[in-house]
């Protein structure tokens, strides 16, 4: 018999990580205009540094974690500031900039094995099992789901109530009647891109927790995140946090729909395939497009 209910949790914590590792990919995307591959390596540092502060230098679990979404925000802005910037200013093609992200993830990637090795490493934690009724979680996936929605609510708050929030959706929607606006756009990306940065190293850490800390760890979830960011919505917060949960949703009741064929649990990430693909055919636009179509 399934049990349904623990369906829906679980499609609510992997929502809540799609949510986290996903929505600095869609603004940066809407704001540069390109795919930055390069973001999947984001999620993997920001693991790899918590795991260096708390497993290696022994300092406290949420010092080792804030530090480890500072560096990984630091990351993002040297990204954009010494990399994709000169890069735009010099009116590097499409191409040119997808190919220099990829470069940037490997670079990221092997420099991280060469540090830590390529081996699984684990952050030797026991997280308790909570129950709650017929559904059985941890104290680690309740406090994702805490955290995203705090994150949500935040970002909510930041793009609605402040200027450079304003600015940020300005620039995403047209960035030439933002320039002319008067907006700094340099200032706006490379805010945007560490706040992006930062959320996907904070979502590693999640993820290397809940199970292992591997070099793809960040690698596994990108057909997902890309399957987000256009489903919602290119430059959308709010289309990547309905395509999140659409997303992990669909995920979850596709495993109970493989097990009951008798196939392999491991085929679920067919179903980001589909979504994306899907996407790209029927709705390009996404589910809330903030990019203008040019003419």
């Known amino acids: 018999m399934i049990n349904w209910l623990q369906v829906l949790m679980n499609s609510l914590v992997w929502g809540c990580m799609y949510l986290l590792a996903t929505v600095g990919l869609s603004l940066t995307y809407g704001l540069s205009r390109f795919p930055n591959f390069a973001h999947a390596e ?19 679990l949420y010092l080792s ?44 990637r092997h420099t991280l094995m060469q540090v830590f090795g390529g081996g699984i490493l684990s952050f030797k934690m026991i997280w308790p099992c909570i129950f709650i009724g017929p559904v059985v979680t941890t104290s680690l996936l309740l406090t994702a789901i805490a955290a995203a929605f705090t994150v949500a609510v935040l970002l909510h708050i930041l793009l609605t ?33 560490s706040l992006g940065a930062a959320l996907a190293g904070f979502s590693g850490v999640f993820l290397a927790m809940r199970s292992s800390l591997v070099p793809l760890l960040g690698w596994k979830i ?33 495993v109970v729909a493989l097990t009951w064929v008798g196939l392999s649990a ?11 693909v899907s996407t790209l055919i029927l709705k390009p636009e996404g589910l809330i497009s903030t990019v203008k179509r040019r003419a």
């Open 222 to 254: 990108l057909l997902q995140a890309f399957a987000i960011t256009l489903l919602g919505g290119i430059g959308s917060f709010y289309g990547v946090l309905a395509a999140s949960f659409i997303l992990s949703l669909s995920e979850n009741l596709g």
């Open 42 to 60: 984001y999620v993997t540092f920001g693991a790899y540094m918590a795991y260096m502060f708390f497993n290696i230098l022994g300092l406290d």
């Open 161 to 193: 109530k402040t200027r450079l929030g304003k600015a940020i959706r300005a620039t995403a929607d047209n960035p030439e009647l933002a320039a002319a606006s008067g907006i700094d756009m340099d200032r706006v990306s490379l805010f945007t891109w």
């Open 65 to 108: 974690v804030g530090l480890a979404v500072l560096i990984s925000a630091l990351l993002g802005g040297m990204s954009y500031f010494l990399l994709f910037k000169p890069l735009k200013s010099r009116g590097a093609s499409l191409i040119h900039l997808m190919v220099a992200s990829i470069g940037l993830g490997l670079l990221i």
């Open 266 to 276: 491991d085929y679920r990430s067919a179903v980001a395939f589909i979504v994306l």
